[in-house]
């Protein structure tokens, strides 16, 4: 039974900077494809950032250069490090997970089946 729980969400001035943990557990494949997603109030879930068992990553544009992912797999967690927030980065922040076949160049091209339950990021 596969598990993500995201912690380390908050309230910050723009400027400031977060990092997201996720906890993986009841992960029984050899590989994968995780990574964070957000959704603010009337718009759609959105895909931030990817990272794969290659370590290919996958970043949207408005993230490059302020945001890194990264997965320390001896600890199960993925990461999110937030720098230089601003207010367009207020959201709901899920991990999600599934095998690589859910994947291509570190994007997913297909709905992860596996969601945290979010953390919630608000800038001002």
């Known amino acids: 039974h596969v598990q993500l729980v995201e912690s380390g969400g908050g309230s910050v001035q723009a400027g400031g900077s977060l990092r997201l943990s996720c906890r993986v557990s009841g992960w029984d494949y050899n590989s994968y494809c995780m990574g964070w997603f957000r959704q603010a109030p009337g718009k759609e879930r959105e895909g931030v950032a990817t990272?794969?068992?290659?370590?290919?990553?996958f970043y949207v544009d408005s993230v490059k250069g302020r945001f890194t992912i990264s997965i320390d797999n001896a600890k199960h967690t993925l990461t999110l490090q937030m720098n230089s927030l601003n207010p367009d980065d207020t959201a709901m922040y899920y991990c999600?997970?599934?095998?690589?076949?859910?994947?291509?160049?570190?994007?997913?091209?297909?709905?992860?089946?596996?969601w945290g339950q979010g953390t919630q990021v608000t800038v001002s």
């Open positions: 999600a997970a599934d095998t690589p076949a859910y994947c291509s160049g570190g994007l997913f091209i297909h709905r992860p089946r596996y």
């Open positions: 990272i794969d068992t290659k370590g290919s990553t």
